[in-house]
């Protein structure tokens, strides 16, 4: 029989702003952080990422042409919101994760 000690789950999918979250989370591990540090650290990322932060990595992009419901989104292409603008800000991107149980940091 395996025991978890831990786990974090979604209460709905958000698709590829899921992945964004992900990938802080898995990072923020890999740097030490417990794993409740972690998950807030990431959630906190993802209210604050700006459309200009979003538009540096592929899967920025991904996320912002997710949001704007269209198949390319181009280094030229315009779009009806601000560089400085956050729009992952609202709790529906980020506040569905929970984090229970061993929250320690991973031990290698």
């Known amino acids: 029989m395996v025991a978890i000690e831990s786990f974090i789950y979604l209460h709905f999918s958000i698709d590829k702003v899921t992945a964004l979250l992900m990938e802080r989370f898995f990072e923020n591990l890999q740097s030490g952080m417990s794993r409740?540090?972690?998950?807030?650290?990431?959630?906190?990322?993802?209210?604050?990422?700006?459309?200009?932060?979003?538009?540096k990595s592929a899967l920025g992009l991904e996320v912002l042409k997710e949001l704007l419901a269209v198949k390319e989104l181009l280094d030229n292409t315009r779009i009806d919101c601000q560089e400085k603008d956050t729009p992952l800000e609202h709790p529906f991107y980020w506040g569905?994760?929970?984090?229970?149980?061993?929250?320690?940091?991973l031990v290698n």
């Open 36 to 55: 409740s540090e972690a998950l807030h650290s990431a959630q906190n990322y993802i209210r604050r990422i700006t459309v200009k932060q979003l538009r």
């Open 96 to 105: 569905a994760w929970i984090c229970q149980g061993n929250t320690d940091p």
